[in-house]
């Protein structure tokens, strides 16, 4: 069995995962959590990783190739020269082992030490507290033995 490549619809890569997996498709759509500013607020959000595709596991003679492409949201099978270009398992276990690292290592969370690398605080350590838009971020110090809120550039930030 190998591993192939679909191309969903626009706005339909669920869609058509649910649809597979309804006919016993071995299927993988990779999503990654996406942090972004709407409305003057973060929010994280699942986006897939390789926006338009989805990865099937078939056998070359399945008789499920016939029915691939009428598949509600299935645009078509990648492919060249009307042959389905097949990956191999290789490919789409390093795909899912950097999705697995990606998790577990996440963004800078509240409470966690880092270290400014920038401007006047070049150096000093410090206490994550939250983003503050898109490039800023709210950081306490210990600075004349007291703890002070500092706003600094989220790029000065090494965890």
Avoid at 30 to 38: A, L, Q, T
Wanted: with cysteine.
């Amino acid at each position: 069995m190998s591993w192939y490549v679909l191309q969903h619809k626009p706005a339909q890569g669920d869609r058509a995962l649910a649809h597979l997996q309804n006919q016993d498709v071995a299927c993988f759509y990779p999503k990654v959590s996406v942090e972004r500013i709407r409305v003057g607020k973060r929010t994280v959000k699942l986006e897939p990783l390789f926006p338009g595709y989805l990865f099937v596991h078939l056998e070359p003679t399945d008789p499920m190739w016939s029915k691939l492409r009428s598949t509600r949201g299935v645009l078509r099978v990648v492919g060249f020269r009307n042959k389905p270009a097949a990956l191999s398992d290789e490919v789409v276990e390093q795909i899912r082992q950097s999705l697995n690292a990606v998790e577990e290592q996440g963004g800078i969370k509240p409470g966690q030490v880092v270290r400014l690398s920038e401007g006047a605080f070049d150096g000093v350590d410090a206490i994550f507290q939250a983003y503050d838009g898109e490039e800023r971020a709210i950081v306490l110090i210990n600075f004349m033995q007291k703890q002070q809120c500092v706003n600094v550039a989220v790029s000065a930030l090494k965890s």
